[in-house]
C-alpha cells in the first residue's frame, strides 16, 4: 500500500500562491508517476501537474508557466508550488501515485482545498 497525504491548501486571493506538499509513505519503492490532479464543484476531476521517475513533468495547459511540480526523493515528497492564482483554480486537489509491477494501481490522498477569492 502507498498513503499520500496533502497539506498546504488554504484560502487565497486572486494573484496569491500557495504550496502543496504530498508525503508518501508505505510501498513507494515503484512509483513510476505522481502528481496532483483537482475537481472543481460540478466538474470532473482532472490532471494539473505530475512527474516521473526520470523527473519529466508535465502540465494542464491551464497552469503552464504559473505551478511547478517537484519533488525531493529523501522526504518522499512531492511539491506544487501555484503561483498567479485565479479564481478557477479552485477546487479540491488530491495527489495521486501510480505503482508499477505486477498489481499495478492507483493510490490517492484524502485531497486539501484550495480556495481563490476574487
Known amino acids: ?57 508535465n502540465y494542464a495547459d491551464s497552469v503552464k508557466g504559473r505551478f511547478t511540480i517537484s519533488r525531493d526523493n529523501a522526504k518522499s515528497t512531492v511539491y506544487l508550488q501555484m503561483n498567479s492564482l485565479q479564481p478557477e483554480d479552485t477546487g479540491v486537489y488530491y495527489c495521486n501515485a501510480y505503482r508499477g509491477g505486477i498489481v499495478a494501481r492507483d493510490f490517492w490522498g484524502q485531497g486539501t482545498q484550495v480556495t481563490v477569492s476574487s
Open 1 to 57: 500500500q502507498v498513503q499520500l497525504v496533502e497539506s498546504g491548501g488554504g484560502l487565497v486571493q486572486a494573484g496569491g500562491s500557495l504550496r502543496l506538499s504530498c508525503a508518501a509513505s508505505g510501498s513507494t519503492s515503484n512509483i513510476i508517476l505522481i502528481g496532483w490532479y483537482r475537481q472543481a464543484p460540478g466538474k470532473q476531476r482532472e490532471l494539473v501537474a505530475r512527474i516521473n521517475s526520470a523527473d519529466s513533468t
